[in-house]
C-alpha cells in the first residue's frame, strides 16, 4: 500500500508521519503550495510532487487532507485522472465519504473517512501523541476492509460508524472538545471579575479541570459528578443564577443544569431534585 497525501497542512504533515513511523509506505506529498508539500515530504522522508497525475500514478490510496470545504473541489481535480481500483479518502469528522465524493464507483474507486478524534494543534508535534486517539473509519465496504486492519495492525485504536451517525458523531465531538473551550472562555471571564487577570483566570482554573476530567475518564461523567447540583443545593444555584444578568447566560446554566439534575438522580436515585428541577425549568422557559 502506498499512500500519496494531497494537501500539506496540520493533519497532512501527522498522519503521514504517524504513518511512516509504523511502517506505511508515503508516496509523497502534493499541495498548491509547493514549499509546504517540499517540507512535508521531508518531515516523512517521502516524496515531493508537483504533478497531481503523477502522485496519483505512484500511489495506491489518496489521503485528501484539505479544509471540509475543499475536499470535493479538490476530489474533482484527483477525479480527473485514473483511479480505477484506488482508496479515495479524506479525513473530515463532519461529512461522509459519499458526500465528499461524488460519482467515486463510476470511477471505479473506493470512498472512505478516516477521521482523528484528536485536536491537531501543531503539524510538527502531534503526531507522537495520534498513536493514542481513536480513528472513526466511514465508507464503502472494499476500503473499510482494507484500512481497519492496516491501521489495527499499526496498533491504532479504530471505530467503525455508519455514514448515518456521523453527524451525531461528530456533534458528540464538538461537544467534548470545541464547546469546552466556550465553556472555559466564560468560566475565566467571570473569573477576570473577580479581580483575577486573564492568564491568572485560566491557571487558576487548570488544576480544576485536570483533575475533573482525570475522574470522568476513570470513573464516568456520572460517578465524577460534584458540585451544588450533585448536592441539590438550590440556594447556592440561585447565586448562581443571580450572578448572570444576560438572559442567554442564564438559559445556558439552566439548560446544562438540567443535564447535571439527570446526572445526579442517576447517582442519588433515592434523592429528590424535584425543585432544583422546577427552577432551573422555569429559568430555561424564560421569555424575553
Known amino acids: 500500500m502506498n499512500i500519496g497525501i494531497v494537501g500539506a497542512g496540520k493533519v497532512g504533515f501527522s498522519f ?33 510532487y508537483t504533478a497531481l497525475g503523477k502522485l496519483i500514478e505512484d ?27 484506488k482508496y479515495i ?31 491537531i494543534s501543531s503539524k510538527y508535534n502531534c503526531w507522537r501523541e495520534l498513536a493514542g486517539a481513536f480513528f472513526c473509519v466511514e465508507g464503502d465496504t472494499q476500503a473499510v476492509e482494507v484500512f481497519v486492519p492496516l491501521l489495527r495492525g499499526l496498533g491504532l485504536q479504530v471505530q467503525t460508524i455508519s455514514p448515518e451517525s456521523k ?15 466556550a465553556l472555559v472562555q466564560r468560566s475565566a471571564e467571570l473569573l477576570s471579575g473577580c479581580g483575577f487577570s486573564e492568564t491568572d483566570a485560566l491557571h487558576a482554573l487548570a488544576p480544576l479541570m485536570r483533575s475533573n476530567l482525570a475522574h470522568v475518564i476513570e470513573h464516568g461523567a ?16 440561585q447565586k448562581h443564577l443571580s450572578c448572570l444578568t444576560e438572559r442567554d447566560d442564564r438559559q445556558l446554566y439552566a439548560l446544562l443544569g438540567l443535564e447535571q439534575v439527570k446526572m445526579a438522580q442517576e447517582k442519588h436515585p433515592e434523592q429528590d431534585y424535584g425543585t432544583l428541577a422546577a427552577l432551573l425549568n422555569r429559568e430555561k422557559e424564560q421569555k424575553e
Do not use: W
Open 16 to 48: 503521514g508521519r504517524l504513518l511512516a513511523e509504523k511502517g506505511v509506505r508515503i508516496s509523497g506529498y502534493y499541495s498548491r503550495n509547493s514549499d509546504s508539500a517540499r517540507e512535508a515530504a521531508e518531515f516523512t522522508n517521502s516524496g515531493h
Open 59 to 85: 500511489s495506491d490510496a489518496i489521503f485528501i487532507t484539505v479544509p471540509d470545504n475543499a475536499i470535493t473541489e479538490v476530489y474533482r481535480q484527483v477525479a480527473e485522472f485514473e483511479i480505477q481500483d
Open 89 to 119: 479518502c479524506h479525513c473530515s469528522g463532519a461529512c461522509t465519504a459519499g458526500e465528499a465524493f461524488p460519482g467515486i464507483h463510476a470511477q471505479g474507486a473506493y470512498a472512505i473517512s478516516i477521521h482523528l478524534l484528536f485536536p
Open 167 to 181: 453527524a451525531q458523531y461528530h456533534l458528540s465531538c464538538a461537544l467534548a472538545s470545541n464547546f469546552v473551550c
Open 222 to 237: 456520572v460517578s465524577a459528578l460534584t458540585g451544588p447540583i450533585e448536592r441539590g443545593d438550590t440556594q447556592t444555584v
